[in-house]
């Protein structure tokens, strides 16, 4: 097959080993990150050759990076940006180094991907990620104090109102703005060192809690390509984070940024939409929810995909506990699923 598998493993403090991870049929790749550095600094490039030196030896390759993290300030526009820019490329350089072909990253102000719940119970037992608007509506993050799950814990409540209000300062266009002061620097050593950045988009692509939300929709994502029109400038085409607005067509997106050759990566899972805009996560069948992964995976075939695809965030099935999204079973049965779309349609096509 011409794209290339790949598993989000959490190093070593990740319970799932990368002996299990390569006995998963048909995976090649690792998605890592150096964990115990915090954004704004530079990762050692020991960590890096370790991680490349245990990938190498359970017969996988270490090549995607998921995330550098872009530190608040940068987004923000603020403090010493020009030296966090430069750690950032730094970063890209010294993964390069140990054979890092695709960095993945977000521009999400404050928080990453946004839930109401990580352990959902479904009636077959099986338990997955939520965001329900009634758990949603009604919380105010510059009023109470709010714990939602996953969120970075680093932050004090006070330090999350003082984001979340310079950013209400800043708005859409603000962040437009320092993505692009962000990506004018960047991308030109990306390009140089042969590393492919994988912007990730906005989870959910809507506002929560009125942050500004800008990596949402198609003509967004046009906006951002245009940006900087290179390869090294591309996507990390998440179905279910841009699947859980009805209004993006995702298999339409695939094909249009496949065919521009700017899909670097692909996240792929299943979400099901609620009446009322709410979503769970589901299996990756597409049955099982609101996205037909089968016209996802025929689009990339036509235009020729090569780059990574990864299972997303796994339900927790079998009894089995760890981080939530990130079991070994679901997964493993989510890129079994994949692999069998690619073989079927790369056949079909040949
Ligand atoms: C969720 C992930 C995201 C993703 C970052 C990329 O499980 O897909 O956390 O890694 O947004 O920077």
Redesign the pocket.
């Known amino acids: 097959m011409k794209m290339k598998m790949s598993f989000r493993w959490y190093g070593k403090d990740d319970p799932i080993s990368l002996e299990y991870i390569s006995q998963i049929p048909g995976m090649r790749s690792i998605v890592s990150a150096v964990y115990d550095v915090k954004p704004g600094e530079v990762w050692p490039e020991e960590s890096l050759k370790k991680m490349k030196e245990e990938c190498d030896a359970s017969g996988l390759v270490f090549d995607v990076v ?2 550098i ?1 872009v530190h608040e300030d940068i987004k923000l526009g603020r403090g010493d940006v020009d030296h966090l820019l430069d750690v950032y490329c730094e970063n890209i350089r010294r993964c390069a180094k140990y054979g890092v072909k695709c960095v ?3 521009f ?1 102000p404050v928080f ?2 946004t839930r109401t719940q990580l352990d959902k119970k479904a009636p077959d037992g099986s338990t997955s990620l939520v965001m329900y608007w009634d758990q949603m509506r009604g919380l105010d993050p510059l009023k109470d104090d709010i714990h939602l799950p996953g969120w970075d814990s680093s932050y004090t409540q006070d330090e999350v109102r003082e984001l979340i209000t310079a950013y209400g300062e800043i708005g859409e266009d603000g962040l437009w703005a320092n993505l692009e002061k962000f990506l004018k620097k960047v991308i030109p050593v990306a390009e140089e060192c042969g590393v492919r950045m994988a912007i ?1 988009p906005d ?1 959910p692509p809507y506002p929560i809690f009125g942050l500004p939300r800008i990596i949402t929709c198609e003509a967004n994502l046009d906006r951002f390509l245009a940006l900087v029109d290179s390869p090294a400038n591309s996507l ?1 085409l ?1 179905t279910g ?1 841009l699947g859980c607005a009805e209004s993006n067509d995702i298999p339409a997106m695939v094909r249009k940024y496949a065919q521009m050759d700017r899909i670097a990566f692909m ?1 792929i899972r299943n979400v099901r939409i609620m009446e009322d805009g709410s979503f769970e996560e589901r299996a990756h069948l597409s049955s099982c929810g609101s996205l037909d992964i089968y016209q996802i995976v025929k689009a990339l075939c036509e235009c020729g995909y090569e780059g990574y695809v990864r299972p ?2 796994g339900r927790m099935i079998w009894g089995e506990t760890g981080k939530p ?1 990130y079991g070994l079973f679901d997964r493993a049965l989510g890129a079994t699923y994949i692999n069998g779309l690619f073989e079927a349609c790369e056949k079909s096509l040949s």
């Open positions: 998921e995330s993290p993945t990253y977000n999400m990453d991907w990730h989870d990390c998440c984070s996240h997303d965030h999204g």
